[in-house]
């Protein structure tokens, strides 16, 4: 189907563990994003992609990092998590700016529990 | 740094009210503006968006927002909420790259 996934949908990892949450989507947008959602911040930009190859930080990108080898996907890590990063994790996707409807388009999320 | 502010954290309505979220940003400039809605358990989904053009935006869902450049405010309406809408809605601004996003408003609908 198209459109925009994750995975996984939930996880619990220890503090110190090294996990990826993976993004994946089939419109061939240029742009992708990973957010986090925490309460009363709504949500954070952590890192952000133009396009293969291309990263740049967003707000919050400490303890992060992404990687962008094909259009379509865009993982996630946290190499050593910890409890801080306890969130709900947005992954995004959109054209750039100018692009009639150059709206972005959210996938399901990723809740992580790091204990 | 743009930012975005939603003063209204948690709103609670009966149903056929009126309803008004205000969402109020930073930048002077040229931006994008959109607001977003997520249902208990569900992804964001768009609501509406300002380009350009008609200040007064509809989106759906019976949803509109004015745009006031001389405010820098952005306020979403609806003026009659359904039980349905219960939510959190969430007001973005788009300068260049990624979104701004508020940190969000809790519309609770008692039926």
């Known amino acids: 189907d198209a459109g925009i996934t994750q995975s996984p949908r939930y996880k619990i990892t220890e503090t110190g563990r090294q996990v990826t949450l993976m993004c994946h989507q089939t419109?061939?947008?240029?742009?992708m994003f990973w957010y986090r959602q925490d309460l009363g911040h709504g949500l954070r930009l952590i890192y952000y992609s133009a396009a293969a190859d291309i990263t740049d930080k967003g707000e919050v990108p400490d303890g992060y990092v992404v990687s962008r080898s094909k259009t379509e996907n865009f993982p996630l890590t946290l190499e050593s998590a910890t409890r801080s990063q306890t969130s709900v994790y947005f992954c995004?996707?959109?054209?750039?700016?100018?692009?009639?409807?150059?709206?972005?388009?959210f996938g399901p999320g990723t809740r992580l529990t790091v204990t | 740094a743009q930012s975005v502010s939603q003063h209204n954290h948690h709103v609670i309505l009966s149903e056929a009210a009126s309803l008004e979220l205000g969402c109020n940003y930073s930048?002077?400039?040229?931006?994008?503006l959109f607001w977003y809605v997520q249902y208990p358990g569900q992804h964001l989904q768009l609501l509406l968006k300002y380009f350009s053009g008609d200040p007064l935006v509809k989106g759906i869902k019976g949803f509109e927002a004015e745009f006031i450049k001389s405010k820098f405010s952005f306020n979403l309406r609806k003026p009659s909420v359904q039980w349905s809408d219960t939510a959190e809605y969430f007001c973005?601004?788009?300068?260049?790259?990624?979104?701004?996003f508020g940190s969000g408003t809790r519309l609770q609908v008692q039926p």
């Open positions: 995004a996707s959109s054209e750039p700016q100018g692009i009639p409807h150059g709206e972005q388009y």
């Open positions: 419109w061939s947008h240029s742009y």
């Open positions: 973005a601004v788009r300068l260049r790259r990624a979104l701004t």
């Open positions: 930048y002077g400039g040229t931006v994008n």
